[in-house]
């Protein structure tokens, strides 16, 4: 049975597995190549419990010239200082070609990303401010 892993709530994986997969969270620049990316809406509670990325989030399914823009931008996030809220409330999920699947919630006031990628950035930087407006335009 899956059941929703308490060091990775983006996870239906038990720790157990999740623990023999990897054990230390991705940094972004270990995305690998993406075919599709789903931007996903999050609900912005603030508690990344709270924060709903599976399947009955609002999304945006990105399959064009743009995936491969997000991809690299969100591999190029500077490296920064955390908070705790999700303002803006986005999420990413990336597919590769053989559909297996990473996926995250990003937050420029907090300048954090958790989920299968667990990193602090520069929210100001102009690379982050280039994949947030990138993110805003393509999810609406």
């Not at 931008?73 to 955390?82: E, I, K, T, V």
């Not at 990336?94 to 299968?116: A, P």
Request: charged content about 25%; hydrophobic content about 35%.
């Amino acid at each position: 049975m899956w059941a929703v892993n308490k060091n990775n709530p983006f996870s239906l994986q038990d720790d157990h597995e999740l623990y023999r997969k990897r054990p230390t969270p991705l940094l972004p620049r270990e995305l690998l190549e993406v075919s599709t990316i789903d931007i996903l809406i999050l609900d912005g509670s603030g508690a990344i419990g709270g924060l709903n990325i599976l399947d009955n989030a609002p999304r945006k399914r990105i399959e064009d010239q743009a995936v491969q823009k997000i991809a690299d931008l969100f591999r190029q996030l500077p490296s920064g200082d955390p908070a705790r809220c999700h303002t803006p409330p986005f999420g990413l999920r990336f597919y590769t070609q053989d559909s297996s699947q990473r996926q995250c919630s990003i937050c420029w006031q907090c300048n954090n990303i958790y989920g299968d990628f667990q990193y602090d950035f520069d929210a100001e930087d102009s690379i982050s401010q280039n994949l947030l407006a990138l993110l805003t335009q393509l999810s609406k």
